[in-house]
């Protein structure tokens, strides 16, 4: 897989607009009780997009806590901002997972949803996390296997070469898999795994799966090969699925605590 594309101004809009469904709210509040911040810990998010974990994240540690997002994307930077305005202990940084712009032992806890996933190098990435972590710090990282994505259609074959389309918008679709090992790897031991499943049995206006249709199409027919009419056809015969009572998504995303070994 080469590098994926920059959230650009446009495609930042579209991820925060997904990031409103009921869907991703039920994520957050898994991530957020496995994170289980304290009033006044200081807390990095690599990868903060829009900002909403950034401003759960403020609220949990309150005035006397700090938190940082970090994010390479620039228009990203700006809806998180604009999400954080007034709370006075959220800040942000523009840089790279890979060279995290923070001091060593910074951080009580980090927290890295669906971001690296993103990153090419995750040695480099974990090696950053465990830099800016205090000992005894936590992290909690969160990633999609798109292999668990179960999605109807009635044309199976176009749906997987739309699919298999999606899968560039990532350096590693199924990086889950091979977490616990490059986490043990990197130094850290493994506090606990879990797994989040987002579920759409019905063609719902606000489901994740419907909202993530606006940005598969633009995506797959920009930069995954497939032609405008095949990508239309296939978003339309999901809503007929729909129509007809037959649409079924289901996708499994997994949690990993990790720790840096030593007392705080
Ligand atoms: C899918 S969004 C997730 C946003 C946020 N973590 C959340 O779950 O709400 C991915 C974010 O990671 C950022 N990102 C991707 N690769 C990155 C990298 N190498 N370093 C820093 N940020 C990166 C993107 O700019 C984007 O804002």
Redesign the pocket.
Known sequence: MGKPPP?DEKTARR?EAV?TSPDEVRQRDFVLGALDLQPGESVL??????G??MRDNAMAVGPSGSVCG????PP?ILLAQKRCAGLAQASFRE????ALPAGDGEFDAALA???YE??ADIPAALAELRRVLRPGGRAVILDTDWSSLVWNARDKARADRIVEAWDRHLADPHLPRTLSAHLRAAGFGIADRKVHVILNPEYGPDSYSRRMLDIIVPFVIRHGGIEKDEAKAWAEELKELGDAGEYFFSLNRYLFVARKPGEG
Do not use: K, L, N, R
């Open positions: 959230f991820v990031y998010d690599i990868g903060s997009g829009p909403f974990c970090v994010d390479s994307s990203m840089g790279e997972a890979t949803t669906q971001v993103y990153v």
